[in-house]
């Protein structure tokens, strides 16, 4: 407990952080935990003059071994100490092992103070929890899913949090302002030179995206499999080049786990009603047409927007370019159909995914820096004509909300949403009008993921609201005799039914930073008055 | 059969007329959602016995708090043999539904009853006398036999529904998804329909899942001469509706003849030729229809003038 009492939260942190309001009106602190940060401004405009990271050079002689004996070995050779900073990827998500094994492993060997960077942590990290309250990891420089979250949002954890999208934080590494100590990534398949890729062995998850910007910058890294093959492990994913020592274990994780979420196109007649509206939109915008590139999530509604408009693109005749991000077996399916020319997959949703591959020359991985990272020359999210996107909450300005729930906790991390928003020509929010007896639509959201200057159309089943700045595209919609609607009177139909919702009690306590795609502070999240 | 009701009451379109349980606040609160033609609040078999009276509150408070309504909302009671058919119609019509759906409607004099309640409902809430409407429910092999008399029981009927399950079962036979079974009965109640001037609404499609069998039947029955069907669940709407989609070419032949109706309408006549064929008041009826139908789905914008299509008197 002793090295993070220092900066316990509480009535100080806010007191002491000077505030000042960013351009959609939410307070944001310009330092925080030690850290300086600068308030959101617009979308497009910040691009601070700095040189992308380096790491140092290390020579390696053909008879010196990298198979190291253990994790703990790992942690030594890598020279961790007290107030340094570990990264993991998620691409095991709910089976993850490794983020717990090794925090477990540093609170053995008596660290402290250490900072985690992982590109995700999903709820069955909730095993490091006892590792927070202790002092061994002390903060956060990622977003969470789950119970670490919760328990941050009520007050009864010390772990300042920053939560990024998937760009914004291949960004944060690039731009040197989360500078990686050590990477551990996880490997479902690797020789002992630490060739290492994510299509085969018995954890085998896919895509390796997240993890390649930690391979490229971190000062260490250290590959950990469970599926050591005889050298070359090959097609190469992460290259020798980029590893520094090889970890042997019994297993990264729970595989059944690794694969989990259930993607199935939605049967709720309503979910149905938004995609249907949905595809529609896309094709009353004009982006149905060879060439199309498209990104959706994995969510039933999502999934039933990708259907609608792979049955459209058939009986046009179309041919599209790509599709990328998260990618399912609907996608695969859309590939293997000659629907789309390529994937660019940065993460694996399913199994249909996984084969597809290690099979599909046309299936690509790439690095969540080449997804969609706005500090990297171009990335292919700006290429992109359409995405869906989910949200818990949309406000009149469009604004949108991923990160907290109804009762104001911080329960899931941002994803691609602000960056595919952001590079989209078409950024399109599926989401009912109604959750759990509260409005999607409200004044103002809890928080803001993503601002609505990059959000185009919210699609719910009682009416689409589109942008003011698409008046065109409106006027499209109500000539094909669409249900659309001013976002206002939405917001009036719905909270007709709901009522208001009475408004979440926060305290003072900033809990955890929303960083924009840019690395500028589009919000904070505070603990929730219990 | 244009009786003293407003022109229209019978020609609207009714090709998909969705059941919503009356007793599931979350269905009730997505009627406006859907694009189905109608929708049919059910306080009957949908509803558990012991949420009757839950449901029918339920219903009717929806009814008076919804907004602008864009369909027809009928409520199917309890059949009037039993003892939830008075207190349904008591606490359901003060909030103004279009009409009642009526479950087993095997004689003319049960219709007839209705009929008398629905008239002192209206004058008890002082709405015009013929504001309520009735959609009679053929579920039965007696309902069969007699839904000649039943569809002319009541100027408020509008269509005649055909309940496909509980007519098999009273037959004690299997519905099949062919439907060989159900051949006569359909017949007969189009007939009956049609020889009173009515729509006729088949029974529902059970299997959710199966599309293609939906689509199947829909065919089936349109042919027979159905002008809409029951629906379970408000994913089978699209298919309902394309089948009934009509298609261009009798868009485009339904367009010439009211431009060719008007003019002998302008000529002081009924009757006119059209490329060799005559066009007269069925025609130009069917015609109606088709544009009508066309309208609802967005496929051309036209205004229908009754007087084009029935003549000045």
Redesign the interface.
């Known amino acids: 407990m002793d090295a993070s009492s220092g900066n316990r939260g509480g009535e100080g942190s806010a007191s002491d952080a000077p505030m000042v309001k960013n351009s959609l009106g939410r307070m944001v602190p310009t330092l925080w935990k030690g850290k300086s940060y600068e308030p959101y401004r617009d979308p497009w405009s910040r691009a601070p003059a700095v040189d992308r990271g380096t790491r140092p050079l290390v020579r390696r002689n053909p008879w010196e071994s990298k198979v190291l004996k253990s994790l703990r070995e790992a942690i030594e050779r890598c020279d961790l100490r007290d107030g340094m900073t570990i990264s993991t990827h998620h691409h095991l998500r709910n089976g993850d092992r490794l983020l717990n094994l090794l925090v477990q492993e540093c609170e053995a060997m008596g660290l402290k103070n250490l900072t985690v960077a992982s590109s995700s942590v999903h709820p069955v990290n909730a095993e490091i929890i006892p590792c927070i309250r202790n002092g061994t990891i002390t903060r956060c420089e990622t977003g969470v899913n789950g119970l670490i979250g919760e328990l941050a949002s009520k007050g009864e954890l010390d772990f300042p949090i920053v939560v990024r999208s998937h760009g914004g934080r291949a960004r944060s590494i690039l731009a040197g302002d989360v500078p990686v100590d050590a990477a551990f990534i996880a490997a479902p398949c690797c020789d002992e030179t630490g060739n290492l890729n994510g299509a085969q062995g018995p954890s085998a998850c896919g895509s390796l995206g997240y993890a390649h910007t930690d391979a490229r910058y971190a000062r260490k890294v250290v590959a950990v499999t469970d599926h050591l093959v005889p050298y070359p492990a090959s097609p190469v994913s992460i290259s020798q080049s980029d590893v520094d020592f090889v970890v042997p274990i019994d297993s990264l994780g729970d595989s059944q786990k690794i694969v989990s979420t259930t993607t199935r196109v939605t ?1 709720d ?2 979910g ?2 938004i995609a ?1 509206h949905a595809a529609e939109v896309i094709e009353a915008a004009g982006l149905l047409r060879n060439g199309f590139s498209f990104q959706t999530g994995s969510g039933g509604t999502s999934l039933a927007v990708a259907e609608n408009v792979r049955n459209r693109m058939r009986e046009l005749g179309i041919k599209g370019s790509f599709g990328c991000g998260g990618i399912t077996g609907y996608f695969v399916d859309m590939l293997e159909e000659g629907l789309f020319h390529t994937l660019f997959d940065v993460q694996c949703f399913d199994l249909k995914a996984v084969q597809s591959f290690g099979r599909n020359i046309m299936h690509r991985e790439i690095s969540a820096d080449l997804y969609a990272n706005p500090f990297n020359r171009g990335c292919v999210v700006n290429q992109l004509d359409c995405v869906i996107l989910g949200a818990t909450e949309v406000d009149l300005d469009f604004n949108v909300n991923v990160n907290t729930e109804s009762n104001g906790y911080l329960l899931h991390n941002t994803g691609g949403h602000c960056d595919t928003a952001a590079g989209a020509r078409l950024a399109i929010v599926v989401a009912p009008s ?1 959750r759990g007896r509260l409005p999607i639509i409200r004044d103002s959201v809890t928080t803001v993921t993503t601002p609505g200057e990059t959000v185009d159309v919210i699609v719910t ?2 009416g689409i609201a589109v942008a003011p700045r698409h008046q065109e595209l409106a006027k499209e919609l109500a000539r ?2 669409l249900p659309v609607k001013e976002i206002r009177q939405l917001h009036e139909e719905t909270t ?2 709901t009522g208001k919702p009475r408004p979440i009690p926060f305290t003072d306590n900033i809990i955890a930073l929303i960083e924009y795609r840019d690395g500028s502070i589009i919000d904070v999240v505070r603990q929730v008055q219990e | 059969m244009n009786g003293s009701y407003p022109l229209g009451r019978r020609d609207r379109l009714r090709r998909s007329m969705l059941y919503v349980p009356g007793n599931m606040p979350a269905m009730l609160q997505n009627i406006p959602v859907f694009e189905a033609d109608g929708v049919m609040i059910d306080l009957e078999d949908a509803v558990p016995l012991g949420e009757k009276d839950a449901a029918r509150t339920l219903a009717a408070n929806f009814l008076q708090t919804l907004g602008g309504r864009d369909k027809e909302i009928f409520v199917r009671i309890n059949g009037l043999d039993t003892k939830y058919a008075r207190d349904d119609l008591r606490e359901i019509l003060p909030a103004r539904p279009d009409g009642i759906r009526l479950p087993k409607a095997d004689h003319r004099e049960v219709v007839e009853k209705l009929d008398t309640l629905l008239t002192e409902a209206e004058e008890n809430l002082k709405l015009p006398i013929g504001w309520f409407k009735i959609i009679p429910s053929i579920e039965s092999a007696i309902g069969v036999l007699n839904c000649i008399e039943v569809a002319q029981a009541s100027d408020r009927i509008v269509a005649l529904a055909f309940g496909a399950e509980d007519y098999t079962a009273s037959l004690e036979i299997e519905r099949t998804k062919e439907g060989t079974e159900l051949f006569n009965a359909r017949t007969r109640i189009v007939w009956a329909a049609k020889a009173a001037g009515l729509q006729a609404i088949d029974s529902v499609f059970s299997d959710v899942n199966d599309v293609e069998g939906l689509r199947r039947e829909t065919m089936l029955v349109k042919g027979l001469g159905f002008t809409g069907k029951s629906l379970v669940n408000p994913r089978q709407i699209e298919t309902v509706h394309d089948v009934f989609r009509p298609r261009q070419e009798e868009i485009d032949n339904a367009l010439e003849i009211m431009e060719a109706i008007k003019k002998a309408r302008e000529m002081g006549t009924g009757v006119i030729s059209l490329r060799g064929r005559m066009v007269d008041a069925p025609v130009v009826k069917r015609a109606a229809r088709i544009l009508r139908t066309a309208v609802a789905f967005g496929m051309i914008e036209y205004e229908l003038s009754d007087e084009v299509i029935h003549g000045r008197e």
């Open positions: 049967r007649p309503a149905l009603l249907k109604i089943e009682r094909r005799r007709a039914l």
